[in-house]
């Protein structure tokens, strides 16, 4: 009977396990953190680029030479990116350490990426002060517009293209704003950022269109989202009270009793043959009261 | 005639005036001296206060002078009469559903005193709720 991989990999530690069955669990538990390693950069990356692909899909790629010399042209601008994994962790700042040790990232494109990126640019072809980036994080191209410091995903002609200022800059503004716009900033990006991993990953397969349709699918799950948070934020709750009456709209504590505020001094819960039995309290009871409450 | 009755300015003073009184029912009316209804019920209280001044006293609170008690004794009829004693409010069953307070002006003396005399026997016995000894549900008035 195999035992389950946890409790295998439990005894293999402890050495209860002989070495030819150890070998497996320590194999499974080692595939599996680096496993969750992963789904977490995947959450962490699309704090940054909500727009991104998952990296995934374009990492398995193969070393090509590149055949456009523009490319190559533009390879002084591509910038130097340590390869460090925390590099996806928005409290990380990349020092020395990170650099030494990680390396720097190498830029591979993978040939997919380029045949759609030719087939998008030949249909949206750039406008003049949009210049074509390569960035190493991604392994993709981005389009950076020089005069307004705009950047896209997208060519910007493109129906679906969102241009934004860059997510290093936005960070950068959202980091001296404050620190609890940065949380529900990471909170929005992060759902989304699941929504669109979790398409890419059904629809494998490689037509040319799918890069255009998955930033669809991006856009689409965030404006869903954002309708959905506003709707939330905004429309009353049919059953609230103050949807069909002309009472105002109460929060958490509304409607409760507070001790000093009561209507009446006489107890307000008596009901039935009881309620025509409850004293008041006295005058001293009721000033006393007052003074409370207020 | 409430210019013959005491009147009681502020909170404190209604407290105290409770308070202070050891064996004696404390009546007060809570309304406006100049409100009809008051007047009625000042006429009645000023006749019979000499006659019930071994067992009960007196008080006036203007409820605009001393809105302290407005909300907690639910006080919003033009009059109002409450009895209290040893601190302690006397609840009296009018058959009328409201056995807190005489909430209408009464005209006939004998009435009240009876009804005064009844609260005191009552809350010398140490009750809070005393039957009147009339009825004043709206079948018998009409």
Same mark, same amino acid.
């Given at each position: ?8 990999? /439990?005894?293999?530690k ?28 995947v ?18 790629s ?10 190559e042209?533009?390879?002084?601008t ?11 962790n928005p ?9 030494? /040790?990680?390396?720097i990232?190498?830029?591979?494109p993978?040939?997919t990426? %380029?045949? *759609? /990126?030719?087939r998008?640019?030949? *249909? ?8 074509e ?21 997208l060519?910007? %002609?493109h ?5 934004? %200022?860059s ?15 940065v949380?529900?900033e990471?909170?929005?990006s ?8 979790d ?21 689409i799950?965030?404006?869903?989202? *954002? ?6 934020r905004?429309? %009353?709750?049919?059953?609230d009270p ?17 001790s ?17 039995q ?12 007052? /003074?409370?409450? *207020? | ?5 005491? #009147? ?7 407290d105290?005036?409770? +308070?202070?009184e &050891? ?6 009316r809570?309304? #406006?001296?100049? @409100?009809?209804?008051?007047m009625?019920?000042? &006429?009645?209280?000023?006749k019979?206060? &000499?006659k ?7 008080f006036?609170?203007?409820?605009s002078?001393v ?7 639910e006080?919003? @009829? ?16 009018l ?18 005193? @009876?009804?005064? &005399? ?10 809070? +709720?005393?039957?009147?000894?009339? @009825?004043?549900?709206t079948?018998?008035?009409?």
């Amino acid at each position: 009977m195999p035992l389950p991989p946890a409790l295998a990999a /439990r005894l293999a530690k402890r050495g209860l396990l002989p070495a030819g069955s150890e070998s497996k669990p320590t194999q499974a538990t080692s595939l599996s953190t680096p496993a969750n390693e992963e789904v977490e950069e995947v959450f962490a990356e699309d704090y940054d680029e909500p727009m991104k692909a998952d990296p995934d899909v374009i990492e398995p790629s193969t070393e090509i030479p590149r055949e456009e010399p523009e490319a190559e042209e533009e390879d002084d601008t591509l910038r130097e990116v340590p390869a460090c994994p925390n590099r996806w962790n928005p409290y990380h700042d990349c020092t020395d350490y990170c650099r030494q /040790r990680w390396g720097i990232k190498t830029w591979n494109p993978s040939d997919t990426m %380029i045949r *759609k /990126r030719d087939r998008m640019l030949r *249909k949206y072809p750039l406008p003049p002060e949009w210049q074509e980036i390569p960035d190493p994080e991604t392994d993709r191209y981005y389009y950076w517009n020089t005069q307004t410091d705009q950047v896209s995903w997208l060519s910007p %002609i493109h129906p679906n293209a969102v241009v934004t %200022i860059s997510a290093e800059k936005l960070q950068a503004v959202l980091r001296n704003d404050g620190y609890d716009k940065v949380e529900s900033e990471s909170d929005d990006s992060d759902e989304e950022g699941m929504e669109v991993s979790d398409s890419e990953s059904s629809s494998s397969s490689s037509s040319d269109d799918e890069y255009d349709r998955r930033h669809e699918k991006g856009r689409i799950s965030r404006e869903r989202n *954002k309708s959905r948070g506003g709707r939330q934020r905004d429309e %009353i709750d049919p059953m609230d009270p103050a949807s069909y009456s002309d009472i105002p709209r109460g929060g958490w504590s509304a409607g409760l009793e507070r001790s000093g505020d009561a209507k009446t001094g006489v107890d307000s819960t008596a009901s039935g043959p009881l309620f025509q039995q409850r004293p008041y309290p006295s005058p001293g009871a009721v000033l006393r009261a007052n /003074r409370g409450g *207020k | 005639m409430s210019y013959m009755l005491q #009147h009681l300015h502020n909170g404190w003073q209604v407290d105290q005036a409770i +308070l202070s009184e &050891e064996d004696r029912v404390v009546i007060i009316r809570f309304g #406006h001296d100049w @409100d009809p209804t008051c007047m009625v019920m000042d &006429e009645t209280l000023y006749k019979c206060a &000499e006659k019930m001044k071994n067992f009960a006293v007196i008080f006036l609170v203007d409820i605009s002078e001393v809105p302290d008690f407005n909300k907690m004794y639910e006080l919003y @009829d033009p009059c109002t009469i409450m009895f209290f004693y040893r601190n302690k409010h006397i609840m009296i069953d009018l058959g009328t559903g409201n056995n807190n307070k005489i909430n209408w002006a009464m005209e006939d003396v004998q009435e009240f005193i @009876d009804i005064v &005399e009844t609260v005191f026997r009552g809350a010398r016995k140490g009750r809070g +709720l005393v039957i009147s000894p009339k @009825d004043y549900s709206t079948k018998y008035r009409y």
